[in-house]
């Protein structure tokens, strides 16, 4: 059996990453619909970036056959420059990039932590990070939020043992969207022991108010063990590409160097390059996301209901029926949304998208209440 020649047994309990809700195509099929709508995933709704496009049919046609720069050299530092590393004393030596931002926690996961190592996190938080601590042996302990949606610094930093390796902040949080400023966890970060680890997620902060003026990549020094994540999925709308990057102290750059997993191919790192250049659709996707943000906030409030205040590309909150029922409903009306963790957790869409699925809500709930009226009268 080839169980018994597995090395790590947490490969065996490690927990499946699901995504909430069936594909397009699987729910056109079953409902007989001419369209469906994804906003379940926290995707770009207008897709990728035209450049980055346009790169990606280059970069196959012309590089598909030739082994790409395994440094990322050019992409590292372009980044670099944009990010004005040299302000803050730092170079590309301090900059890593990956595969996506779930491929970076791997490889700090699996460099960093030994077996019975415990993680911090605030919760609810991203569920991603639940299999990459488990795959590498470690052990989440989960510290609420308080009661306003914001992280309780001085309980996690409170609940930190002699056991605690690695502490993760996601900012702006994935599923809520609650949001902490910048000095905030500057703060933190002062407070923070020298002998950990903390990662801030930042995966949504190009929708936060000011944007990349609030990521503490900027706290990142070399007697601080910080490592601050960035991904490409979101705002570059890069998801089915693949691309993130890591900023941290020396140090623990170089470790992560030698991982030997960092490896873009020519395609993945035209695309990054491309999508930078890309001003116009960044400022496109950032309003498009701010207004209909603000929209579905104000509209579920008009329906009596208390969204999360968010500072990401989505929203999430208790629409009060069952999960279950509301996927398949949502479904039936061509509307994939997430549904699978605490409350709903609504991706914005494009405007039209957007009013679709206020639309969709309010049919629901009538159609619960005549339901409900019903099965009372019968």
Do not use: W
């Not at 499946?16 to 007989?32: A, I, Q, R």
């Not at 938080?125 to 601590?133: D, L, P």
């Not at 941290?248 to 750059?253: C, G, L, Q």
């Not at 390059?273 to 409030?301: K, M, P, S, W």
């Amino acid at each position: 059996m080839v169980e018994n020649l597995i090395t790590k047994p947490i490969c065996l309990v490690a927990p499946t990453y699901v995504l909430g809700g069936k594909s397009v195509k699987e729910t056109k099929e079953k409902y007989h619909l001419p369209y469906a709508h994804r906003m379940l995933a926290n995707e770009n709704p207008l897709g990728i970036s035209p450049k980055a496009a346009e790169a990606i049919a280059r970069a196959a046609a012309e590089g598909g056959s030739v082994y790409p720069d395994t440094n990322s050299t050019e992409l590292r530092t372009k980044l670099a420059g944009m990010l004005d590393f040299a302000a803050y004393g730092m170079g590309i030596e301090n900059l890593n990039v990956t595969a996506g931002a779930e491929h970076a926690l791997n490889m700090i996961m699996e460099i960093f932590l030994k077996e019975g190592d415990e993680v911090l996190i605030s919760a609810p938080s991203y569920s991603g990070y639940n299999r990459t601590i488990a795959r590498a042996g470690g052990v989440k302990k989960t510290i609420p939020f308080l009661a306003d949606g914001h992280c309780d610094f001085d309980g996690l930093l409170a609940a930190i043992t002699d056991q605690t390796k690695i502490v993760i902040l996601c900012n702006p949080n994935n599923p809520t969207g609650c949001f902490e400023k910048k000095e905030k966890v500057q703060e933190f970060v002062k407070r923070f022991p020298k002998d950990k680890i903390l990662i801030v997620d930042e995966a949504y902060i190009h929708f936060a108010p000011g944007g990349m003026e609030q990521s503490v990549y900027t706290e990142v020094c070399e007697d601080v063990n910080l490592i601050v994540t960035h991904t490409f999925s979101k705002i570059y709308g890069m998801a089915g590409i693949r691309v993130g990057y890591i900023i941290s102290n020396r140090e623990i750059s170089g470790y992560l160097r030698n991982y030997g997993g960092v490896r873009l191919s020519n395609v993945q790192q035209a695309a990054a390059l491309a999508a930078l250049d890309d001003q116009e659709f960044y400022d496109r996707t950032l309003a498009v996301t701010v207004e209909g943000r603000d929209y579905l906030i104000r509209e579920l409030r008009a329906l009596g209901y208390s969204p999360y205040e968010s500072a990401a590309n989505f929203v999430f909150c208790d629409l009060h029926m069952d999960k279950a029922y509301l996927d398949e409903a949502f479904m039936r009306r061509g509307i994939l949304i997430r549904t699978n963790l605490e409350y709903p957790r609504i991706s914005v869409g494009t405007m039209e998208q957007n009013r679709l699925f206020i639309e969709a809500l309010k049919e629901i709930r009538e159609e619960k209440n005549k339901d409900a009226v019903h099965r009372e009268g019968a």
